[in-house]
C-alpha cells in the first residue's frame, strides 16, 4: 500500500505538502502548480487514503446516511440510490441506507446511523412533494432529494415539472400536431398541477388555444380507459400528452379499436421511461426520462460539500440523461429532464394528411 512518505519522494514534495494537496487544503500554502502535480503522482502510484487514520484526524468517518420512505419498493429506486452512491464512491465516503416504509421506526433508524457516526444525511421521497425533515435531523447537514423543504431552508432537488410539460408539449406542436390532449392524474400530486402548467404555457406561447374540453384528469384503472375512449370520440385528438407512461396503454388501447396507428394517425408522449411500457409497445413510447440518477448524484456531491466546506470539482456528465445543476445553485433546485425520442410521434407530414 502507497504511502504519503512515498508519494512526498516521488514527487519531489513535503509530506506536508502533500498531505495538503491530497486533502484539497493547499489554498495558500502550495502553490497550485505543485499541488496538481502531487495529485497526479499519488493518483500514478495508486495512493488511496486510509479512512481509519483520516477520521482520527478529522472527526469526521466519511460516511453519510441514506434515508428513504418507501422509495426502496419504487421501480425507480435503483437509479436513485446508485447516482447517490457512486458521487459518494467518487469523493471517499460510504453510503449506508435505512428504509422506513411504516414497519421501522424512522427515528430509531436515523438514530442508528448516528451512532455509526454519519457525517451527513440524504432524505429521499419516492415523489415529487413538499416535505419536512425530521426533527432529528434539524441539525445536522442533509439534503432533500426529489423533494420540496417546505421553507427551503434545506437544500433539495427535484425534477423540473412545468419544463416536463412544457417539453413534450412542444415536441407534439413541432411535429404538426393541432388538437393536443393531456392525460393527467386524478391524485394529489405536485407533479400534476405542474406539468399540466407546462402542457397549457407551451400552447399559449405557440399561439395555440387552451381547451378545457381536451384536458382531464384520470386514475390509473378502468375509469381511466372510459374517459379517455370519450375523449377520443367527442374531442378526436390528434395527440396526447400523458402525467405518465402507464397511462399510454389506454391511449394505444383506443387507438387499435379505431383503426388508427400510433407514430401515423395519433401522436403521444409519456413521462417516466417505464421499463416494462417501453419494451413492450409498439411503437415504443416517446418519453420524458426522470432524471433519478442524476438527482441522486446530485444531492450526494451537494451534501460531501456541505460536510467539508469546500467546493467540488466540475464533473463530465457525459453519459448522464439529464445536465447536473451547479452545487450552489439557489434553493430550490430544478434539474431538466431528458426527451427520449422514439417511434410514437408521427412527423409533419403525417399530421397534415
Not at 458521487?87 to 433508524?109: F, P, R
Not at 427535484?158 to 388538437?179: H, M, N, Q
Amino acid at each position: 500500500m502507497t504511502t504519503i512518505k512515498e508519494v512526498a519522494e516521488k514527487a519531489g514534495a513535503s509530506v506536508t505538502a502533500v498531505s495538503l494537496s491530497l486533502n484539497h487544503r493547499e489554498n495558500g500554502h502550495v502553490n497550485k502548480e505543485l499541488a496538481e502535480h502531487i495529485r497526479k503522482t499519488a493518483k500514478k502510484l495508486g495512493y488511496h487514503p486510509n479512512p481509519m487514520a483520516r477520521s482520527l484526524r478529522t472527526s469526521r468517518t466519511r460516511t453519510i446516511g441514506f434515508i428513504s420512505e418507501e422509495i426502496a419498493t419504487t421501480p425507480y429506486a435503483g437509479e436513485l440510490i446508485l447516482g447517490a452512491q457512486d458521487a459518494a464512491s467518487e469523493l471517499g465516503y460510504m453510503m449506508l441506507m435505512v428504509v422506513t416504509d411504516g414497519k421501522a421506526d424512522e427515528a430509531k433508524e436515523i438514530a442508528s446511523l448516528k451512532r455509526y457516526g454519519a457525517d451527513g444525511f440524504l432524505y429521499a421521497k419516492m415523489h415529487n412533494r413538499i416535505s419536512n425533515i425530521p426533527r432529528s435531523l434539524s441539525n445536522e447537514q442533509t439534503v432533500l432529494i426529489n423533494a420540496r423543504d417546505a421553507k427551503d431552508h434545506v437544500p433539495n432537488i427535484t425534477p423540473d415539472e412545468v419544463a416536463i410539460g412544457y417539453d413534450a408539449t412542444t415536441k407534439l406542436i413541432d411535429s404538426g400536431a393541432k388538437r393536443i390532449a393531456y392525460i393527467g392524474c386524478s391524485d394529489d400530486l405536485i407533479a400534476e398541477p405542474l406539468r399540466r402548467k407546462g402542457y397549457e404555457q407551451a400552447l399559449t406561447d405557440a399561439g395555440m388555444s387552451v381547451n378545457p374540453n381536451l384536458e382531464i384528469r384520470v386514475p390509473n384503472d378502468g375509469p381511466c380507459l372510459e374517459r379517455i375512449s370519450e375523449l377520443f370520440d367527442t374531442q378526436q385528438p390528434d395527440a396526447f400528452f400523458c402525467f405518465n407512461d402507464a397511462r399510454t396503454w389506454y391511449i394505444y388501447q383506443c387507438a387499435a379499436q379505431r383503426g388508427l396507428q400510433i407514430g401515423r394517425d395519433i401522436s403521444l408522449i409519456g413521462v417516466d421511461n417505464n421499463r416494462i411500457v417501453s419494451e413492450t409497445f409498439e411503437p415504443r413510447p416517446t418519453t420524458i426520462e426522470l432524471p433519478h440518477y442524476e438527482m441522486g448524484y446530485w444531492g450526494a456531491r451537494k451534501l460531501i460539500s456541505l460536510i467539508e466546506g469546500r467546493e467540488l470539482k466540475t464533473i463530465d456528465t457525459t453519459g448522464m440523461v439529464a445536465e447536473i445543476p451547479e452545487l450552489d445553485a439557489p434553493n430550490p433546485v430544478f434539474i431538466r429532464c431528458a426527451l427520449i425520442e422514439r417511434g410514437s410521434v408521427a412527423s409533419k407530414a403525417s399530421h397534415r394528411e
